[in-house]
């Protein structure tokens, strides 16, 4: 009736500019990465970094968190793992909104097509994070918010094809699937 349509109008006016996904771009200059190998899921001294490492370190790069572990800072004493190699230029794009995992399978295309460009990156990572209160979680389950409201998961893509995937919860919350 009348209150439906009105509705409509109300949320054509006001909300739809508010699901389009805010995209941003940034270029990160020396970036201190860590050494990986695609088979090597543990890491080995000297030779590759571990998934856990890895995973650490992106949440430094994503939170700008200085990686130099200067004794004078008082926000992070947090250091690259070992062995690292600088990278002149990474690139980091963030997209920001509601979007549906027709579009995540997209982007993960998107990103392995990357690779047949000569001379690029030997892996990039795809991060996918809820909404710290985000009212659902994986299966079932509402989404516990008691401490960090962690709900994500990280592709790592190597040259090979090759992937890695990382899944982060909450304690509160089930497990994926």
């Given at each position: 009736g009348a209150e439906g349509s009105t509705l409509m109008s109300y949320f054509s006016k006001n909300q739809i500019q508010a699901l389009k996904p805010k995209i941003t771009f940034s270029t990160l200059r020396d970036l201190q990465c860590p050494v990986l190998q695609s088979n090597n899921l543990q890491g080995k001294p000297e030779e590759s970094c571990s998934t856990e490492e890895l995973f650490e370190w992106l949440g430094a790069v994503l939170n700008q968190v200085s990686l130099d572990s200067k004794s004078s800072s008082f926000l992070s004493t947090y250091c690259c793992p070992e062995p690292n190699t600088v990278v002149e230029k990474a690139f980091l794009c963030t997209i920001?909104?509601?979007?549906?995992?027709?579009?995540?399978?997209?982007?993960?295309?998107?990103?392995?097509?990357?690779?047949?460009?000569?001379?690029?990156?030997?892996?990039?990572?795809?991060?996918?994070?809820?909404?710290?209160?985000?009212?659902?979680?994986?299966?079932?389950?509402?989404?516990?918010?008691?401490?960090?409201?962690?709900?994500?998961?990280n592709f790592v893509i190597f040259r090979n094809l090759d992937y890695w995937l990382q899944m982060a919860v909450g304690a509160h919350d089930d497990c994926p699937p």
């Open positions: 920001t909104g509601f979007i549906i995992p027709e579009k995540i399978i997209q982007l993960l295309e998107q990103l392995c097509c990357y690779f047949s460009e000569p001379k690029l990156a030997y892996w990039l990572t795809l991060t996918v994070h809820g909404f710290a209160d985000s009212p659902v979680s994986w299966r079932e389950s509402e989404h516990g918010f008691h401490k960090g409201g962690e709900n994500l998961y």
